[in-house]
Antibody, heavy 120, light 110 residues
Framework: QVQLVESGGGVVQPGRSLRLSCAAS????????MHWVRQAPGKGLEWVAV????????NSADSVKDRFTISRDNSKNTLYLQMNSLRVEDTALYYC?????????????WGQGTLVTVSS | QSALTQPPSASGSPGQSVTISCTGT?????????VSWYQHHPGKAPKLLIY???ERPSGVPDRFSGSKSGNTASLTVSGLQAEDEADYYC??????????FGTGTKVTVL
């Protein structure tokens, strides 16, 4: 079955960098768009970034634009999120999610998340 | 990319129905028929309940239904069950290759 396993979270100081990974299995990874979504403590879900199935196109939320970069390696079935210039407000549980076949980007499978804490 | 507006909470007794609203703008909910709904039990992965306003993925009970009118979408949970107690989020494609979630609604089964 579809599995998405995030890793790479941890405690980091403001201004530093961190790279998250999402290992995918149980489906043809290179055929699906992928997203990162985060949830700050006590807050709701926030969309972070998307990347096309072949990596040809990507986009991110204004709140992380120019600081976070989404990428993927279809040969390794892995999605990444490079997070630079981290801020306290980036503290959150970060989920990777698969985009379903249907239009409008329904996110049909999610990982369990990896926690990022930005603190001095 | 402002979050879609949902009521913070909703509740109902077992067997009753509860409806959650999701208000966006003419640039997202009102423009695209690409509203999705997710159920999120704390500590677990969110689950897709509805896509394209009213379509259910296989395996989602027909107790869950979605609709849209203008800039507002709605999720109705009929025949409330204890396991329906969770946080619910709407979302919408928002154009320019972006996506937006709602503020979330905590559903309590009384």
């Amino acid at each position: 079955q579809v599995q998405l396993v995030e890793s790479g979270g941890g405690v980091v100081q403001p201004g530093r960098s961190l790279r998250l990974s999402c290992a995918a299995s149980g489906f043809t990874f290179g055929s699906f768009g992928m997203h990162w979504v985060r949830q700050a403590p006590g807050k709701g879900l926030e969309w972070v970034a998307v990347i096309w199935s072949d990596g040809s196109n990507k986009n991110s939320a204004d709140s992380v634009k120019d600081r976070f970069t989404i990428s993927r390696d279809n040969s390794k079935n892995t999605l990444y999120l490079q997070m630079n210039s981290l801020r306290v407000e980036d503290t959150a549980l970060y989920y990777c999610a698969r985009e379903g076949y249907n239009d409008g980007w329904p996110l049909d499978n999610w990982g369990q998340g990896t926690l990022v804490t930005v603190s001095s | 990319q402002s979050a879609l507006t949902q009521p913070p909470s909703a509740s109902g007794s077992p067997g009753q129905s509860v409806t959650i609203s999701c208000t966006g703008t003419s640039s997202d909910v009102g423009f695209y028929d690409y509203v999705s709904w997710y159920q999120h039990h704390p500590g677990k992965a969110p689950k897709l309940l509805i896509y394209e306003v009213s379509e259910r993925p296989s395996g989602v009970p027909d107790r869950f239904s979605g609709s849209k009118s203008g800039n507002t979408a709605s999720l109705t949970v009929s025949g409330l069950q204890a396991e329906d107690e969770a946080d619910y989020y709407c979302s919408s494609f928002a154009g320019s290759n972006s996506y937006v979630f709602g503020t979330g609604t905590k559903v309590t089964v009384l």
